[in-house]
């Protein structure tokens, strides 16, 4: 009993952070996929590049951390934008083979760009001074930073809710999601909340990429490695369901979490074997159906 | 007469197809290792070619299969069932059988859930065969195979000769099975499938067994590629079950066109020794090509280069 109580409490705050920082990166996929139907597995892209933008510019600028993620996320969004225009809108009508295809080629070419750019190997990231340090839970030391990517996680779900539910942008982009071709008759600008959301997608990618870093190690190889992670979370969530999305993240985070404590062999065994369950008992997504 | 012209230009194809097989044979002899792993990466793209363009199943864990047989075979070879032809008609076998147990449940779904389910089965696999080392040899993979010569005359040689022959005549056995199922009825209750399944349901087919049954000798075909890879590399490494593996023989399939045969004969070489050349230069070249590649298929080239030639071939014909 001594034992189980720490244990179970440090699987739960480590799954939890886990899983807001996949949360917070497939948020951008799941509204893809749900408002315009595109399967994006390009999608760790965005997180990527936003990491390795934001450990790359202190350097190369000289400013501050805090100053770099910002500067990163906002140059994200800007890319997201740029290439929701000249790529990814072209996908919509296409069949699930061939966006898979496209959007895997592009991912393809963007690593290897990367790979030029900066080199095969794992980034080196470094947090500043603040975030590096140990907090006590339960007597035994508990890393700042998971509590800070727990409380980043918070204010973007606070956020996520004020804007899905009580603005009317959210309410807008929700009609769009739930049936397009009525909120197109009304006179709703359809492609225009298309890239909005899109760019968002790509913003918030980047915050989990930067962010997630030390849980996801910034590589080329990172939008193509963590793909089944990213994409196990879009398949239970169902289309352009954020709340379920939530839900599966934080279930996917606690179940590896779990699965590597308790039986460490199997690695990334227990949470794909979930995956497949899941998706077999409920190929619609996971909480369809509850509301 | 219109059918007529097709089937001739299907045949003239691969009469140049077969033809340059054997050329390469002639005029590259140096070439004959890398030959030959090309025709073996053929034979699995046609596997999945038959999947994924006649039965419409997508896929991204087709490389369960490859692999599998991969691993039966060298199992076989390293408990001392070296006889070549019949280890590789048994790992088809057994991947067969398997796929049979997989289908019956994988196969309800389609689309996006199909995709995400075969996945997650083949990262289950990879991730299996990675810890079970006493069956696979985890990292290491199994080394120290060895085969009896085929048909107890030809011996296995260095520089490829028989490898390549070997395969060749396995690829061109498997083609013309395919060949010949595809332009049978159940190949067009399959073409049926893949277009309307709900209207084959109502015409009383029973979809699920069918697609079942042609799932099953796909992944069988692909457990028979897995199979000569071992025997002509005499080697299995945990590769073959990766996801990129997967991924690889979507593109070679894709590339070529995934709604002909022919598709998967000429994606795969073209796709292998893009990769071959690029990857003299720098290991991450090649990423960038194929990716490029990729997006010019989806965007400019539907039906890949299979289409691609069809076009240039009929327009000189009618035009």
């Known amino acids: ?291 | 007469m219109e059918q007529n012209k097709l089937t001739f230009w299907r045949d003239r194809v691969g009469v140049i197809w077969w033809f340059m097989a054997l050329a390469c044979y002639f005029f590259f002899p140096d070439y004959r290792a890398f030959g030959a792993s090309v025709l073996v990466m053929t034979l699995f793209a046609l596997s999945f070619g038959l999947a994924l363009g006649f039965a419409g199943i997508i896929s991204l864990g087709h490389a369960m299969y490859f692999g599998i047989g991969a691993y039966v075979a060298g199992r076989l070879a390293l408990a001392g069932w070296q006889e070549p032809i019949s280890v590789v008609l048994i790992s088809g076998s057994v991947t067969g059988v398997l796929a049979i147990g997989i289908g019956f449940v994988i196969l309800r779904l389609s689309g996006l859930p199909l995709l995400m389910v075969t996945m997650g089965l083949s990262v289950i696999v990879f991730e299996a065969a990675n810890k079970a080392t006493s069956i696979t040899g985890g990292d290491d993979g199994l080394s120290g195979i060895s085969f009896e010569p085929v048909l107890g005359i030809f011996k296995w040689s260095l520089d490829g000769n028989v490898q390549f022959l070997y395969t060749l005549v396995w690829l061109a056995v498997v083609f013309l099975i395919a060949r010949r199922l595809v332009a049978s009825p159940y190949g067009l209750s399959m073409a049926g499938i893949r277009e309307n399944p709900l209207r084959m349901k109502l015409l009383g087919a029973p979809v699920l067994r069918r697609l079942v049954i042609m799932y099953a000798l796909c992944a069988s075909l692909a457990g028979i590629a897995g199979a000569l890879l071992t025997q002509i590399t005499a080697f299995v490494g945990l590769q073959v079950l990766s996801l990129e593996t997967s991924v690889d023989v979507l593109v070679m399939v894709v590339l070529g066109g995934a709604f002909s045969l022919y598709g998967a004969l000429m994606g795969a070489p073209v796709y292998l020794i893009v990769k071959y050349v690029t990857q003299q230069w720098n290991p991450f070249y090649w990423m960038l090509v194929i990716g490029v590649l990729l997006m010019g298929v989806t965007f400019f080239l539907k039906g890949g280069i299979a289409a691609f030639l069809s076009r240039i071939f009929q327009n000189r014909h009618t035009g």
């Open chain 1, 1 to 291: 009993m001594d034992q189980l109580t720490p244990a179970i409490t440090f699987i739960l705050l480590y799954g939890v952070s886990f899983g807001i920082v996949l949360f917070v990166i497939s948020i951008g996929l799941v509204l893809t996929l749900g408002l315009m139907r595109i399967v994006n597995l390009a999608h760790g892209v965005f997180a990527v590049l936003g990491g390795y933008l934001a450990f790359k510019l202190p350097t190369l600028l000289g400013i501050s951390f805090l100053a770099s993620a910002v500067l990163a996320v906002l140059l994200v969004l800007l890319i997201g934008i740029f290439l929701e225009r000249v790529f990814f809108r072209w996908l919509f009508g296409m069949s699930e083979l061939e966006q898979v295809l496209a959007t895997i080629g592009f991912c393809f070419a963007f690593i290897a760009l990367l790979t030029f750019a900066f080199g095969p190997n794992v980034l080196a990231t470094k947090y500043p001074e603040w975030l590096s340090g140990n907090i006590s839970v339960l007597g035994r030391p508990f890393p700042v930073y998971r509590v800070f990517v727990m409380v980043v996680g918070l204010v973007i779900l606070l956020g996520l809710w004020l804007l899905f539910d009580h603005t009317s942008f959210g309410a807008t982009l929700r009609a769009c999601v739930d049936n397009q071709s009525m909120a197109k008759a009304t006179g709703i600008n359809v492609n225009w909340y298309f890239s909005v959301a899109f760019a968002i997608g790509a913003g918030l990618a980047a915050i989990g990429g930067i962010v997630g870093a030390g849980m996801l190690p910034l590589e080329p190889l990172y939008p193509f490695k963590h793909l089944p992670l990213f994409l196990t979370i879009v398949a239970l969530s169902g289309f352009g369901n954020i709340k379920a999305s939530l839900v599966v993240s934080l279930v996917v985070g606690l179940v590896d979490t779990a699965g590597r404590y308790f039986v460490p062999e199997l690695g990334a065994f227990t949470v794909f074997t979930l995956l497949v369950i899941l998706v077999l008992w409920r190929p619609q997504g996971l909480l369809v159906g509850l509301k």
